[in-house]
């Protein structure tokens, strides 16, 4: 019968020197007996489905994955450690209720003993006590979490429609029925609206109608392939990936200076017009310079995880700014394609999920291998790729010519000033110049440019020709010459980092024969580089000309030959010059040489450059001038922030409560254990971790991503909560057809579009969306989908369609971000007056809102129910509050293009038809032909509102408009833009 207990205190029901909770078993009097059929044993349940979640809201925080912060060393969310041995008792033992401490607590009524406790403040209900002793008497099997079971398609009826097979079968279940089809007219507006985020022009409507007269699934079918082609459809799908990817043109934070990510947003949408297929989408954002032989493309598609805000404040430590950072992109990754709640395991074990604080950071190792080190608050901060325009790269490539140009004249100039200094040299002319590494070029003063990637070493070999009235040969004066291209910018000595050079061996052939050089002077020599040293056969000497600083001024040697050598007019001259230093890249970057007949050593004059001399002034001032237009074109491109590796791995530490100065142990990029490991993997990158989210053996990636798309087109998705899938989430209201898409998504090669044509030519999908009674009594959220849904629009698609339907809209695809209409000092109450808005003017006020400018401390003010964007969101907010609708019917927008709508269109039922994509009826043109003559009588006794009403907007209204009439049609249209029907999708 059990054994006696006395009461428990509470505080001590779990202490601390037991490995576990120290119980004893009360009578079997004490437990509340119950039937059978109070166990529910007829009934038939699951532990995924109807066990896992009480045990999770009310049980995992205090016995659940987080040892930390578990309580008695007791564990519920695994079978194991639910049924241990806690010293002659255990929580579950399978089929017994009497020898089950769990049962005995759950329904004590003693505050001492009961669980959960009553200061948790949480409570089992009557239903889940029962559902809890039925799993332990029919035996306490644990099963898997769904979301982490494989992917497995479950067969459909053949013939049967998946989507609808699925759904009819709950329906059935629910006592419930699909309702008819919707309209035509009803089905277009709805599927252009979820597919271009436009309405359907009425031309294509009519088409439509007429067609599904005829066969309605061809009608479909073909109207599908139009949305599809429609260089909407890609911006309409990328909206959602902006607020995923907490896309914004400015950085966030204090300053929240800007940004320019706009060119990664229109690769975005680039995308999804291509059809991208959703692995390779996966992988370039993640991991595109990571690609072999990546394009620039594929390093742009990484701007995905520099969205970050940043943080530019003055006393924040750069290096937890750059943790910061890494923790955003890994909990991005983390809810996009695995919608887990990473974030929960920054600081200690996931309370609910088997994810441990191991397993988060071995995730964020994948991400910790960036160069950014979180100092500055630049929106421009590296690596960025440049991204000019087709018109900026005509005007680079134009100033480069002209640079080009202006350089050469440039230094023909000094050329020649030089040359004019050594009036008892002759310079010689190069015939032949090669480098064993670099690139030699000959230049037209004689001197000689090295180019090319700069070696550790090089060779030197360059050819001259006896100049004619040279007969004697006795020195040769080598100058060391400054570049533009030269270390310290803008005109160095050399190529090195400190713009010196070491020349280790200089040798000279005559007509083949080598000519002995006896000794030299230097303009300058390095402590240990003599200029003897450069002729001395030895390797690993030579001269070097560093005085403490970078090398900025002209030097040169002068080197004497033991005999005067003979010279006949094309005697050739053979020059090496050796540059074999142990000091990489120390190779000389530009010279020339000059002879004369002395062979006695005497100091010789620099060659310096009078940079009064008028001729140098004109070439300098070109060059300085082009040099300032490149400047400012330069700046003007622009820099996306990208993703790459440095050279020498990081190594990423458990950071204790996730403080950037707390280091922990040392971890490795690795996924989390419960997935397995990359332990066949050859490198461990993010491309190694992008590949095993698009494997399609991963049991999240395409779930979460089809119940993204579901969500699109159904306002909520087949999981409730998209941005968790995890044990706190909500189970699929379909499970069977959430993973038959998934299925299906991954056997179809990830193509978008097939996943989208097949929900969308479903009875599911063009079912109408009328509600009866019979609905709200049994399904009040249609989550079993009898009905279509019918909800607010958001408010960008709500802003898009008025201005399509007035016909303001400018259709341009891409571009810089625009500035339409906004209230005055928004933007300065929210920056301390230090940002001031200044909208744009023309077409730029009516580009879709997909461009519109993005401050991310004060998201368009238009844009009611948005995501902040200042992380990533994947779950969709609606509102029907009053801002709703103070913007609809005030927002220059919206009235602007009411007056253009109406002045268009002077019919008011072709007016009412252009913006709800159907006719008035007789009831309903009455009333609004009532309202446009009393308004118009209105006005016409109150002009000077009329006035005021018509100058709303910059776009201008006709000369010879009637007054009274054109602002009583535009508060009718603006009525009919306020329309529920107008503001929801049908």
């Known amino acids: 019968m059990g054994h006696m207990r006395p009461p428990i205190p509470l505080e001590s029901a779990f202490p601390k020197e037991y490995a576990a909770c120290r119980m004893r078993l009360l009578p079997l009097l004490l437990i509340i007996s119950f039937s059978s059929s109070q166990l529910l044993a007829e009934e038939e349940f699951s532990f995924d489905r109807d066990i896992r979640p009480i045990l999770s809201d009310k049980c995992f925080h205090c016995h659940g994955p987080d040892e930390n912060e578990r309580k008695a060393d007791l564990r519920l969310d695994t079978f194991e450690g639910a049924t241990r041995d806690l010293g002659g008792y255990s929580a579950i033992v399978p089929g017994d209720l009497d020898e089950s401490e769990l049962i005995y607590r759950?329904?004590?009524?003693?505050?001492?003993?009961?669980?959960?406790?009553?200061?948790?403040?949480?409570?089992?209900?009557?239903?889940?006590?029962?559902?809890?002793?039925?799993?332990?008497?029919?035996?306490?099997?644990?099963?898997?979490?769904?979301?982490?079971?494989?992917?497995?398609?479950?067969?459909?009826?053949?013939?049967?429609?998946?989507?609808?097979?699925?759904?009819?079968?709950?329906?059935?279940?629910?006592?419930?029925?699909?309702?008819?089809?919707?309209?035509?007219?009803?089905?277009?507006?709805?599927?252009?609206?979820?597919?271009?985020?436009?309405?359907?022009?009425a031309v294509r409507a009519k088409e439509f109608e007429k067609a599904y007269q005829d066969s309605p699934s061809e009608a479909v079918d073909a109207l599908l392939d139009d949305l599809f082609a429609s260089p909407h459809y890609g911006e309409r799908m990328a909206w959602d990936w902006l607020d995923v990817s907490r896309y914004a043109d400015t950085n966030g934070y204090q300053g929240d200076r800007e940004r320019t990510m706009w060119p990664w947003r229109d690769w975005v949408i680039k995308a999804f017009q291509a059809n991208m297929p959703w692995d390779q989408f996966t992988r370039w954002q993640l991991a595109g310079d990571q690609m072999k032989n990546p394009s620039r493309e594929q390093i742009l598609a990484t701007g995905f995880s520099r969205n970050h805000p940043i943080n530019g404040e003055g006393g924040r430590i750069p290096e937890e700014n750059r943790v910061e950072y890494v923790f955003d992109m890994t909990e991005t990754m983390g809810t996009t394609w695995l919608g887990l709640t990473l974030e929960c395991s920054r600081c200690h074990d996931h309370k609910f999920d088997p994810i441990s604080q191991r397993d988060y950071f071995a995730l964020n190792a994948f991400f910790n291998q960036t160069p950014v080190t979180g100092s500055g608050g630049s929106g421009q901060t590296a690596p960025v790729l440049e991204m000019p325009t087709e018109a900026q790269l005509q005007r680079r490539k134009d100033l480069e010519k002209k640079r080009s140009d202006a350089q050469k004249q440039l230094d023909e100039v000094k050329g020649n000033l030089r040359q004019n200094q050594l009036t008892d040299r002759t310079i010689l002319q190069p015939t032949e110049a090669k480098a064993r590494n670099q690139k030699l070029v000959i230049e037209s003063t004689g001197s000689i440019l090295a180019t090319g990637t700069n070696p550790d070493n090089d060779t030197y070999k360059v050819s001259y020709l006896a100049p004619e009235g040279a007969t004697t040969l006795g020195s040769f004066r080598l100058d060391a010459l400054q570049h533009s291209s030269h270390t310290p910018k803008p005109e160095g000595l050399a190529r090195s980092n400190?713009?010196?050079?070491?020349?280790?061996?200089?040798?000279?052939?005559?007509?083949?024969?080598?000519?002995?050089?006896?000794?030299?002077?230097?303009?300058?020599?390095?402590?240990?580089?003599?200029?003897?040293?450069?002729?001395?056969?030895?390797?690993?000497?030579?001269?070097?000309?560093?005085?403490?600083?970078?090398?900025?001024?002209?030097?040169?040697?002068?080197?004497?030959?033991?005999?005067?050598?003979?010279?006949?007019?094309?005697?050739?001259?053979?020059?090496?010059?050796?540059?074999?230093s142990s000091h990489a890249h120390h190779n000389m970057g530009r010279f020339q040489l000059s002879i004369n007949d002395a062979i006695e050593p005497k100091p010789e004059k620099p060659l310096g450059i009078d940079k009064e001399n008028p001729d140098y002034k004109k070439a300098l001032s070109q060059v300085e001038a082009i040099?300032?237009?490149?400047?400012?074109?330069?700046?003007?491109?622009?820099?996306?922030?990208v993703m790459e590796d440095m050279e020498k791995p990081r190594q990423t530490y458990i950071l204790n409560g996730g403080l950037y100065n707390q280091r922990g142990e040392p971890v490795d990029p690795e996924i989390p254990a419960i997935f397995g490991t990359l332990d066949d993997v050859e490198k461990k990158n993010r491309l190694a971790l992008a590949n095993w989210l698009v494997d399609g053996q991963n049991p999240l990636t395409a779930r979460v991503t089809v119940n993204r798309f579901w969500q699109k087109l159904f306002g909520t998705g087949l999981v409730k909560t998209s941005e968790d899938f995890?044990?706190?989430?909500?189970?699929?209201?379909?499970?069977?057809?959430?993973?038959?898409?998934?299925?299906?998504?991954?056997?179809?090669?990830?193509?978008?579009?097939?996943?989208?044509?097949?929900?969308?030519?479903?009875?599911?999908?063009?079912?109408?969306?009328?509600?009866?009674?019979e609905h709200l009594a049994k399904d009040p959220d249609n989550r079993f989908l009898a009905r279509s849904p019918r909800h607010r629009l958001p408010s960008w698609m709500i802003r898009d369609q008025a201005l399509a339907a007035s016909g303001l809209l400018v259709p341009a695809i891409g571009g810089a971000p625009v500035k339409p209409y906004q209230p005055d000092g928004i933007w300065a109450e929210a920056t301390f007056g230090k940002k001031k808005y200044a909208r744009d003017e023309g077409d730029k006020l009516y580009r879709r809102t997909i461009y519109t400018f993005w401050r991310r401390i004060s998201r368009p003010p238009m844009l009611f129910d948005s995501a902040s964007r200042l992380v990533c969101d994947v779950t969709p907010s609606r509102t029907n509050t009053p801002l709703q609708a103070l913007t609809t019917m005030n927002d220059v927008t919206y009235i602007e293009a009411a007056r253009v709508a109406a002045q268009n269109e002077p019919s008011t039922t072709r007016l009412f038809q252009k913006i709800t994509n159907r006719l008035p009826t007789e009831a309903e043109l009455d009333l609004l032909e009532g309202r446009v003559q009393s308004l118009t009588s209105y006005y016409q006794s109150h002009p000077e509102e009329a006035q005021k009403l018509l100058s709303e907007g910059e776009f201008p209204p006709p000369e010879d408009a009637d007054i009274p009439t054109l602002a009583a049609r535009t508060a009718v249209a603006n009525l009919i833009y306020n329309l529920d029907e107008v503001l929801c999708r049908p």
């Open 106 to 201: 759950i329904l004590s009524d003693d505050p001492t003993e009961v669980m959960p406790t009553p200061k948790s403040h949480l409570k089992l209900t009557s239903k889940e006590k029962e559902l809890l002793q039925a799993w332990v008497k029919s035996g306490g099997e644990y099963e898997g979490h769904w979301a982490f079971e494989p992917v497995k398609q479950p067969k459909v009826p053949t013939g049967a429609h998946p989507v609808d097979h699925f759904i009819q079968k709950r329906l059935k279940s629910s006592g419930l029925t699909m309702n008819g089809p919707a309209t035509a007219q009803t089905l277009a507006r709805r599927m252009a609206l979820d597919l271009t985020g436009l309405p359907i022009p």
């Open 498 to 580: 400190s713009g010196n050079f070491v020349l280790t061996e200089f040798e000279v052939r005559v007509e083949g024969q080598p000519a002995t050089i006896k000794t030299a002077l230097a303009s300058y020599a390095q402590n240990n580089f003599a200029i003897e040293k450069a002729f001395d056969g030895n390797a690993e000497t030579g001269w070097a000309v560093h005085r403490g600083k970078p090398v900025i001024n002209p030097e040169h040697a002068v080197f004497y030959l033991e005999q005067p050598l003979k010279l006949d007019p094309g005697d050739r001259i053979e020059v090496t010059l050796r540059f074999d």
């Open 627 to 641: 040099n300032g237009q490149i400047k400012k074109l330069n700046e003007s491109v622009s820099k996306v922030m």
């Open 726 to 773: 995890g044990v706190q989430g909500e189970r699929p209201s379909h499970p069977e057809l959430l993973d038959w898409l998934a299925a299906e998504f991954v056997a179809k090669g990830w193509d978008v579009q097939h996943i989208i044509r097949l929900i969308i030519t479903s009875e599911t999908y063009q079912q109408s969306s009328q509600v009866t009674p």
